[in-house]
């Protein structure tokens, strides 16, 4: 039978692993995870079993039982470039449960390792970002959201580190030899100076939300149900406790909006610069990059995000990457409406328009792969790191906004909270969706073209922009730009990094450099504490020739690993023929350690496609 996701070796006509006992010892002077797993399927099998795995040495095999018993396994000889390597297990008659042991490489896509000079705390730092298909380079399993687990896992970290993960903090003990499995010998698992960190996770999630982090890691409580925690010392946790303060509201919010808020705790980790989203679902330990804090409470609008997958990502998951829509059109809608609630409609409105903007940017981007705009790509032999876009959160927004407008608001809110019922815990496909909301929805395939919307290329001619008087406005005096009209201080007296943001994506891309220095000048946008406005500006200037934004380019390709930024400062440069081609590659030359390797890959290849 063919594998029920292309990215995973996973076989449909095999049972999935159900739980996962994980025991981690954490080497940082190797940057290597020596480890065992034991792994629970979902029913009996006998025969070959194959489990997703990338750059992992696999040591053995065993059955669970006791006295136990070795079992046949193989390793692909070469790797995909994309899946990495099958493992073939060959299981006696109606097993359940075996042990693997194993290492991870040191250069596992999803892990980063920092050295104590890369740190605030001057300790070393281990964090990884599993999603889309990087939890195989941590641990033997079958990578696809299709097959939920659960897991137990033990952190073994020296003792000045603390660890967190996206599952229950169990407690912080003393090793024991009976813990590690076999991940390595006793008197290493055991050794002085070695603390054990336990964990569980008994609400099933897709591998990709499998998380940890362990470093000098501090916190603060900022509600009953959430603290904040950091690497960086007391400087960052109190800026972040002060960015992040009204998050308990929110959480209320998404519970009148979508229904009980199932996992019991929402902390949050600010991670090191080189983190390579703006944040990541993680359940029960959303990830965060440092670059959220501006000082106005406007990070709240990621973490917004993050908390509306507690719904929709991580209770209803897609199945495959193929179906991605499901995770992030859903959430984008869902993030506005707890925005909307939270902060009003204007604020909405702006985040919607800049939505706009990328999601008609993406067309630019794809235009010689349509593919790629469509809500239901294929996606077989793509990496999804390479085709990630704004596409599956806007258009997906788009497409739910289009419902919501049909039917009305109340009851789309009707249907989204029996939506969430009803699949909660469980990873659907398109399919699935469909066939439900033309069930629950009488007559929608009448009113909407749900084919187009879901396999046409392109935006549908009902998509629809925003209308808001202060977004009529900054696309106003964005249009004025061209003819050398700069926006009056009265004009962005109120303004925040967002409508900074919204002006600078609706300027027109052939300005000369006169009036781009003239910006700069008068509003200091490329010194902004807001990563969002520095590099929307930066991004501006560079196809101007403006040679003296190159310093300010290189710091922030230096100082944050954000891909967010990256791929557009890169591109831009990349495009460029001469001094600015040469300046993207000497700076990720001088760079690239400090990326996570997810991040880094990406540059690579946009360095590589513009030569």
Known sequence: MPPVDPHSYTDGDHPVTAKAALAFY???????????ALLTLSAPHSGD????????????????????????????????PVLGSALTLTLPPDTTSFLLTFSTSPSASALQWLSPQQTASSLPFVFSQCQSIHARSVFPCHDTPAARITFDLLLNVP??????????????RDPLPSDHRGACDDALWCAPGRIVEEFQMEQSVPPYLFAFAAGGIGFRDLGPRTRVYAEGGDK???????????????????????????WERFDLLVLPPSFPYGGMENPRMVFLTPTVIKGDAAGAQVVAHELAHSWTGNLITNKTNEDFWLNEGFTTYAERRIVEVVQGEERAALNMGIGWRGLNRMMERFKDNMEFTKLKPKMAGIDPD?????VPYEKGFQFLWRIERQIGRPAFDEFLKNYISTFKFKSIDTETFLEFLKTNVSGIENQIDLQLWIEGTGIPPDAMEPESAIYKKICSLAAEFKSGKLPSEDEVADWSGQEWELYLENLPTDVEASQVTSLDERYKLSESRDY????????????????????????CLKQVGRMKYLRPLYSSLA?????????????????????????????????SKHG
Do not use: W
């Open 26 to 36: 954490l080497d940082f002077a190797a940057s290597t995870i020596h480890a065992s």
């Open 49 to 80: 079993l194959l489990l997703d795995t990338r750059a992992l040495a696999v040591h053995s095999a065993s059955t669970a039982s006791d006295p136990p018993s070795p079992i046949p396994f193989s390793l692909a000889d070469a790797a995909d």
């Open 159 to 172: 003792t000045q580190l603390s660890a967190v993960a996206a599952a229950r903090h169990v407690s912080r």
């Open 236 to 262: 960052v946790l109190d800026e972040a406790a002060r960015e992040f303060a009204g998050v308990e509201e929110m959480v209320k919010v998404g519970e009148s909006l979508f229904g009980p808020y199932e």
């Open 386 to 390: 390479d085709v990630y876009s704004e």
């Open 532 to 555: 969002e406005v520095k590099v929307a500006f930066l991004q501006l200037a560079i196809p101007t020739g403006c040679r003296c934004y190159f310093n300010e380019v290189e710091k």
């Open 575 to 607: 495009r460029c023929s001469g001094e600015e081609k040469m300046l993207a590659h000497r700076i990720f030359s001088e760079a690239h350690e400090f990326y996570h390797p997810i991040a880094r890959s990406v540059a690579e290849s946009i360095l």
